[in-house]
């Protein structure tokens, strides 16, 4: 089975996420399909917090890609801030 989830990276007390197409059987930090977007939840105001593929998304979704929970919550939270602008 194949999931969209966060892949963690950057060093201690600063996280940041690769938001990444895998197989549930791979680590979490391990082999992926595809990378489709990053969350850097520490980023200055300068800096873009999220960005997502939604093509790819939704693509991956539409083959039966199933999503995590934190990244249900970012795609929500992600897709009502595009909307408001």
Known sequence: MIKI???????KKKPFYQIVVSDIRSARNGK???K???FNPFAKK???K???SIKRIQYWLKNGAKKSKRFS???MKFKNNNSNE
Request: hydrophobic letters at 40%; proline letters at 0%.
């Open 5 to 11: 989830r966060l892949a963690r990276h950057g060093s």
């Open 46 to 48: 300068y800096e873009k």
């Open 73 to 75: 919550s970012l795609f």
């Open 50 to 52: 999220i960005y997502l």
């Open 32 to 34: 992926f399909i595809e």
């Open 36 to 38: 489709i977007g990053y």
